[in-house]
């Protein structure tokens, strides 16, 4: 009894060993090889529950999410023969296993130095076309689109997908730096120079305007003033001259008074005449004025 108990459990157990190495699930996103004897008899398997033979086939399965390498900072020489240090960073994804198995043996590190290797060696090749300035305008671009046909079928013959490849930091190595900053501030310094210099002559010519025109202003004035005052002298003149044409007596009293009264005006003025003074025949005789 006890022996027969003892083969039922064994039994139970190996069924269940076998049960359990004949399956094998798929995650929703990745991706799966089934190897009999090293030999990759089936691949590319859906997400969910899937069977093998046991302990003669074996499953590899790889991550099929969207992974990510950080490259280190590269040194790189553009058209121009400049040196820029250059970090990027690369999107990738397994897209076909059986391929991904074949070319790296489904090792994820191995893999991504293959990647490195390819994505090197094409940022050398396109970066020596462009010149330092366009270079540094790459800087947070995306380049995955840029690269030529035989980088895209060399990723692809990893049995990787390219994302994106973007590059992240674009900078001069640290020993050049010093020499570009010194050659950004005297080129600014000239321009600032020479702005100054451009505002000076504007403002010479601004002010040199503006006089020009107040002298004008002020010519035209003193011309109409004189022109004024010219005319309302002859229209005095024509007035006295029509006063005294119409009453000399009268016009002669006027006068003398208006003299008169400019005279002593101010009390403290003292005017030293002789007694026969014509300017006092008025004051000596009133009715000479009748």
């Known amino acids: 009894m006890n022996a027969r108990l003892a083969g039922v459990v064994v039994a139970v157990a190996v069924m269940f060993i076998v049960a359990a190495n004949a399956c094998f699930q798929v995650s929703p996103g990745n991706r799966a090889v089934v190897l009999q004897f090293g030999r990759i ?4 398997y859906g997400p969910g529950l899937h069977f093998k033979i046991p302990f003669v086939q074996d499953v590899e399965i790889y991550d ?3 992974l990510t390498l950080d490259n280190q900072t590269q040194t790189l020489s553009t058209a121009d023969k400049k040196k820029l240090e250059i970090g990027y960073y690369v999107k ?6 059986e391929t991904y198995y074949r070319a790296v043996g489904g090792q994820e590190l191995v893999a991504m130095d293959r990647l490195s290797a390819i994505v090197n060696r094409s940022l050398h090749v396109r970066l ?4 330092q300035d366009q270079t540094l305008a790459l800087s947070g671009r995306s380049l995955d ?10 990723i692809a013959a990893l049995g990787i997908r390219l994302v994106d490849l973007r590059i992240s930091d674009v900078h001069m190595p640290a020993e050049l730096l010093d020499g570009v ?3 950004m501030r005297a080129t600014r310094q000239a321009k600032a120079a020479d702005t100054r210099a451009q505002a000076a002559t504007q403002a010479a010519q601004i002010r040199e305007a503006a006089d020009a025109k107040a002298a004008s202003v002020l010519a035209k004035a ?6 004024l005052r010219g005319q309302g002298d002859a229209e005095a003149a024509r007035e006295y ?3 005294y044409a119409k009453d000399p007596k009268f016009f002669s009293f006027y006068r003398s008074l208006e003299a008169y009264r400019q005279a002593f005006a101010r009390g403290d003025r003292v005017l030293v005449l002789g007694a026969d003074s014509p300017f006092f025949k008025y004051l000596q005789n009133p009715a000479a004025g009748k």
């Open 181 to 183: 900053y010194d050659r």
């Open 222 to 227: 003193h011309l109409q003033a004189e022109q």
């Open 41 to 44: 008899v089936a691949s590319d």
């Open 128 to 131: 020596a076309q462009a010149t």
């Open 145 to 154: 689109q840029q690269l030529d046909a035989d980088t895209h079928a060399q």
């Open 64 to 66: 099929g999410r969207i």
């Open 241 to 243: 001259a029509e006063g």
């Open 92 to 97: 990738w994804q397994v897209a076909d296993a």
